[in-house]
């Protein structure tokens, strides 16, 4: 929805303020000069990055429009989803983890949250292997972070690839939006000896060009790579958090203890507070499975 806004707030602002200066519409359709300047700029983005970066470009705009980043509900199940599977193996030991960790869809505490199973896979993937190094392995909490840390700043390399190619793309716009212009000026230049209203229509659509490229530069472009970019910082911040509670699980701390060392890596805009928190846990701790298991 914020997309939305934000798309039709430039282009009304924009043509609004021209339109109220007594311009006219139909003399900013150019579609020769936005040929050039987004196939140009198209062809630019395909020749600078590898197919893998180009389908997460694609496949970042229908994400765009969806709601983006991780609220304060979703922080919520992910701390509560770890406090009850760290309550049940404190109990049990780390063994009765094992069928939760192997088929999370299929695990009575997971089912409790199908937002997040359906929302944030990766978070779910995540947590998931690293509960199932600890349920297997003997790892210490200083290989496991040093691990982890690993995973994240790859995860964050790899998903800020499309934002920087789109911030790419849009540095390169106004360049060719310059070169439509010139374009045009040549076309212009061709015409001279034509009648007046002529030479005026060519000398505008050259205008015309470098308008275009610094507007969908600026107000389109650009505000998309940054809008990518704020998707991928967000899924770190989450990795963070289960992060820092899996390591305080591993250095001994109380299921509850743990899960506020995790809240604590919460940005403060969506870091529930202790209290709430805890209301939380009992609100949904407990669970037990319907059917055995």
Not at 43 to 49: S, T, W
């Given at each position: 929805?914020t997309l939305?806004?934000?798309?039709l707030?430039?282009?009304?602002?924009?043509?609004?303020?021209?339109?109220?200066s007594?311009g006219?519409?139909?003399?900013?359709w150019?579609?020769y000069?936005?040929l050039?300047?987004?196939?140009?700029?198209?062809?630019?983005?395909v020749?600078?990055n590898?197919?893998?970066?180009?389908?997460?470009?694609?496949?970042g705009?229908?994400?765009?429009?969806?709601?983006?980043?991780h609220?304060?509900q979703?922080y919520?199940e992910?701390?509560?989803v770890?406090y009850?599977l760290?309550?049940?193996s404190?109990?049990?030991?780390?063994?009765?983890l094992?069928?939760?960790?192997e088929?999370?869809?299929e695990?009575?505490?997971?089912?409790?949250y199908?937002r997040?199973?359906?929302?944030?896979h990766?978070?779910i993937?995540?947590l998931?292997?690293y509960l199932?190094l600890?349920?297997g392995?003997?790892?210490?909490s200083f290989?496991?972070?040093?691990?982890?840390?690993?995973?994240?700043?790859?995860?964050?390399?790899?998903?800020a690839q499309?934002?920087d190619?789109?911030?790419?793309?849009?540095d390169?716009l106004?360049?060719f939006?310059v070169?439509?212009?010139v374009m045009g000026?040549?076309i212009?230049?061709?015409?001279?000896d034509?009648p007046v209203?002529?030479?005026?229509?060519?000398?505008a659509?050259a205008?015309?060009?470098?308008?275009?490229?610094?507007?969908?530069?600026?107000?389109?472009?650009?505000?998309f790579a940054s809008a990518m970019r704020?998707?991928?910082?967000?899924?770190?911040?989450?990795?963070?958090c289960i992060?820092?509670t899996?390591v305080?699980?591993?250095?001994g701390y109380?299921p509850?203890v743990?899960?506020?060392?995790g809240?604590?890596a919460?940005?403060?805009?969506?870091r529930p507070s202790?209290?709430e928190l805890?209301?939380?846990?009992?609100?949904?701790?407990?669970?037990e499975p319907?059917?055995?298991?």
């Amino acid at each position: 929805m914020t997309l939305i806004i934000g798309f039709l707030t430039v282009t009304f602002s924009v043509l609004g303020g021209y339109v109220l200066s007594h311009g006219y519409l139909s003399a900013l359709w150019q579609p020769y000069e936005l040929l050039v300047i987004l196939g140009a700029a198209t062809g630019a983005l395909v020749i600078a990055n590898p197919p893998h970066v180009l389908k997460a470009v694609r496949k970042g705009f229908p994400q765009l429009l969806k709601k983006t980043g991780h609220d304060r509900q979703a922080y919520l199940e992910i701390l509560s989803v770890m406090y009850e599977l760290f309550m049940r193996s404190r109990r049990g030991g780390m063994l009765t983890l094992e069928s939760h960790v192997e088929d999370p869809d299929e695990s009575y505490i997971f089912q409790q949250y199908s937002r997040l199973l359906a929302d944030h896979h990766y978070a779910i993937t995540f947590l998931t292997d690293y509960l199932r190094l600890m349920v297997g392995g003997n790892m210490n909490s200083f290989e496991l972070d040093n691990l982890m840390d690993i995973e994240i700043a790859t995860h964050e390399h790899e998903t800020a690839q499309p934002a920087d190619a789109l911030a790419s793309m849009a540095d390169g716009l106004p360049g060719f939006g310059v070169v439509a212009a010139v374009m045009g000026i040549v076309i212009t230049m061709a015409s001279l000896d034509g009648p007046v209203d002529q030479t005026g229509q060519h000398l505008a659509a050259a205008l015309v060009g470098t308008f275009l490229g610094i507007l969908l530069s600026y107000g389109f472009v650009g505000p998309f790579a940054s809008a990518m970019r704020h998707i991928s910082e967000d899924e770190a911040i989450m990795l963070n958090c289960i992060k820092t509670t899996l390591v305080a699980t591993l250095n001994g701390y109380a299921p509850v203890v743990s899960a506020e060392f995790g809240r604590k890596a919460i940005p403060k805009h969506l870091r529930p507070s202790f209290q709430e928190l805890e209301e939380h846990f009992n609100d949904v701790g407990g669970a037990e499975p319907k059917t055995g298991g």
